[in-house]
């Protein structure tokens, strides 16, 4: 697809990845609708953007929430007009080991809440906003590209039993999506990020990150530009549909 005056929507779009993401697609003339819970931080994304000549609108949005999601791509649709392509970006982590015992006896548990809200944003979030993106794309009668951020950790991860089975359901989302909608002239694909430097990163202590950074055979933290050429990649592959690519500097958990 090329994306020259194509309408974008990328959800968690106003840092971090999603702002690199919104900062890649538009310089190929893209224009952005950028999908966030934080107001503030949207309108900085978009002044940022119009700095640098990129069209782009802020929509507040819980992905988590349907009706939410159906009045954002509302709006999209009255703004903007219908959607071509949509990035699945927005996620959050809430850690926690499953059980915590000492001498034989559990003293914490996974709580049911903490699972939930990731499940919830990374999950349900995904399958809310693809329904309403290709929903737009089929009756506007034109083709279209979704793209869900996975994750490494998709593969499974010590204290992340709600985040992993999350990014391993977008991969299967991925798939059922590519062959269901095919016939729409709608392709999906998915990108699994491995450890990217990001705001969290650079919070961690200096041996913490260290120690982390070791376990990649490039030695080093990919950059928000990596993953966001790995997704405009997809959007304008018109062969690519169905497949993830993982952009880890050859990590594997």
């Not at 990845?17 to 609708?33: E, F, I, K, P, Y």
């Not at 869900?148 to 999350?166: C, D, F, P, V």
């Not at 999506?177 to 990217?196: H, K, N, Q, S, T």
């Amino acid at each position: 697809m090329k994306l020259d005056n194509t309408v974008i929507a990328i959800t968690g779009g106003a840092r971090g990845l999603g702002l690199a993401m919104a900062q890649r697609l538009g310089r190929q003339g893209a224009r952005l609708a950028l999908m966030d819970m934080d107001g503030d931080a949207l309108d900085e994304a978009v002044s940022c953007l119009h700095a640098d000549g990129i069209a782009s609108r802020g929509f507040i949005v819980n992905v988590a929430d349907e009706a939410s999601v159906q009045q954002a791509f509302r709006d999209i649709l009255d703004a903007l007009g219908p959607v071509h392509g949509l990035v699945n970006n927005a996620g959050i982590v809430k850690d926690g080991l499953l059980v915590k015992a000492k001498d034989g006896k559990v003293e914490k548990r996974l709580p049911l809440q903490q699972w939930q809200q990731v499940i919830d944003v990374n999950l349900t979030g995904v399958f809310l906003c693809g329904r309403e993106a290709a929903t737009q794309m089929i009756e506007a009668g034109h083709e279209g590209v979704i793209v869900n951020i996975s994750s490494i950790s998709r593969a499974g991860n010590m204290g992340q039993s709600n985040y992993a089975a999350a990014k391993a359901g977008v991969v299967a989302l991925t798939t059922t999506w590519a062959a269901e909608l095919a016939r729409y002239g709608i392709r999906v694909g998915a990108v699994a990020p491995g450890f990217i430097e990001t705001d969290m990163t650079a919070s961690m202590r200096e041996d913490m990150l260290e120690k982390l950074t070791s376990g990649v055979p490039l030695r080093r933290l990919g950059q928000p530009e990596d993953i966001a050429e790995s997704v405009a990649f997809i959007m304008t592959n018109e062969y690519f549909t169905g497949r993830v690519i993982e952009c880890d500097g050859g990590l594997r958990l």
